[in-house]
């Protein structure tokens, strides 16, 4: 049985940088995607980032050239770096990979 805990949230001014962690127990089994989504308040859940069964990398428009996924096969940890943040980025981050879902982890943008 996978589990998926998310780290690496907290607040930063507009601007700033902040790098989330998804650590996985278990047998992840491949083919899977591995990825980041977030709900911002009042919002649905949205798509973030995923690395795709092929290691292709996919972005949501609204994170290109700001967010990089990466990922640590040999510890098991995906990553996210989230760079130039913009107060509409604040939501809860969770990381989702076969067919499993983390708790999540909030992201505050505000100065």
């Known amino acids: 049985q996978v589990q998926l805990e998310e780290s690496g949230g907290g607040w930063v001014q507009p601007g700033g940088s902040l790098r989330l962690s998804c650590t996985a127990s278990?047998?992840?089994?491949?083919?899977?995607?591995w990825g980041w989504y977030r709900q911002a308040p009042g919002k649905q859940r949205e798509f973030v980032a995923q690395?795709?069964?092929?290691?292709?990398?996919e972005y949501a428009d609204s994170v290109k050239g700001r967010f990089t996924i990466s990922r640590d096969n040999a510890k098991k940890i995906l990553y996210l770096q989230m760079d130039s943040l913009k107060p509409e980025d604040t939501a809860v981050y969770y990381c989702?990979?076969?067919?499993?879902w983390g708790k999540g982890t909030l992201v505050t943008v505000s100065s």
């Open positions: 989702n990979g076969a067919q499993t």
């Open positions: 278990g047998t992840m089994f491949s083919p899977y995607v």
């Open positions: 690395f795709s069964p092929t290691y292709t990398t």
